[in-house]
């Protein structure tokens, strides 16, 4: 599979300067980061979540996981959990499962972004295959998502 056409028509539409790599297929953000030989700091992840009835998009970086209860009061939600493959496979059909790109409103779905990732110049994601990863300046990735931004990641140990 290759890099979802809609994403890189999305990227090109914008006029949007990024660079696309393919790689052996990694199913984890860690391993992932390894392949590109880069630091789990720079990498983005996409970790889905449900709200209380809605689903989310969290960004943030490879080395960290998600602060439920952080997030569940910058979401203002009563219930705050991991969203399960079931909930969230048909949302990014042009998508290999778990390899989606941190472009939620490309998929109509609300983008939060961990604070972390604003740190550095720029970020590298799945491209929507396991074997594919995209680059581009944090500040185009900012002004093409408008995401939410917060501090809700917790440093892996």
């Not at 809609?6 to 393919?22: E, G, N, P, V």
């Not at 809605?54 to 969203?83: C, E, F, G, Y």
């Not at 590298?124 to 995401?147: C, R, S």
Request: hydrophobic share 45%; proline share 5%.
């Amino acid at each position: 599979m290759s890099i979802p056409k809609q994403i890189t028509d999305f990227l090109d539409s914008h006029q949007i300067a990024y660079q696309h790599c393919t790689h052996s297929p990694a199913f984890t953000a860690q391993g992932l980061a390894h392949i590109q030989h880069i630091s789990g700091k720079l990498l983005a992840k996409v970790v889905m979540i449900m709200a209380d009835d809605r689903i989310v998009m969290t960004v943030l970086p490879a080395s960290h996981r998600v602060d439920l209860t952080v997030l569940q009061t910058l979401l203002n939600a009563k219930t705050v959990r991991l969203a399960t493959e079931n909930e969230f496979k048909d949302i990014f059909p042009d998508c290999e499962l778990g390899a989606m790109p941190p472009f939620g409103n490309l998929y109509h779905i609300e983008v939060w972004v961990d604070e972390a990732l604003r740190a550095h110049p720029t970020l590298t994601f799945n491209a929507g295959t396991h074997a594919e990863t995209i680059q581009m300046n944090w500040i185009d990735f900012e002004h093409l998502v408008l995401p939410h931004i917060g501090t809700f990641g917790i440093l892996w140990h």
